[in-house]
């Protein structure tokens, strides 16, 4: 008996953009430091979209 999985489709647009603001602040952190203001709204913003990343996950589990 063949089965068919489903394999949920991953959202390329969003980890693209992780990926790029994980490099954007690694480099903030070595020019300005953890304590710069573009630094901390970068951080921010990178966890507000590994939040949504991981609930886009957690919902095609359901």
Not at 21 to 33: A, D, I, M, V
Not at 43 to 54: A, C, M, Q, W
Request: a negative charge; aromatic letters at 4%.
């Amino acid at each position: 008996m063949n089965t068919n999985q489903v394999i949920p489709a991953e959202n390329i647009k969003l980890l693209t953009e992780i990926s790029h603001l994980r490099t954007k602040k690694s480099e903030l952190y070595n020019q300005k430091g953890p304590g710069s203001n573009d630094y901390i709204t970068l951080s921010i913003k990178l966890n507000l979209l590994v939040d949504e990343y991981l609930e886009e996950k957690i919902g095609t589990i359901v």
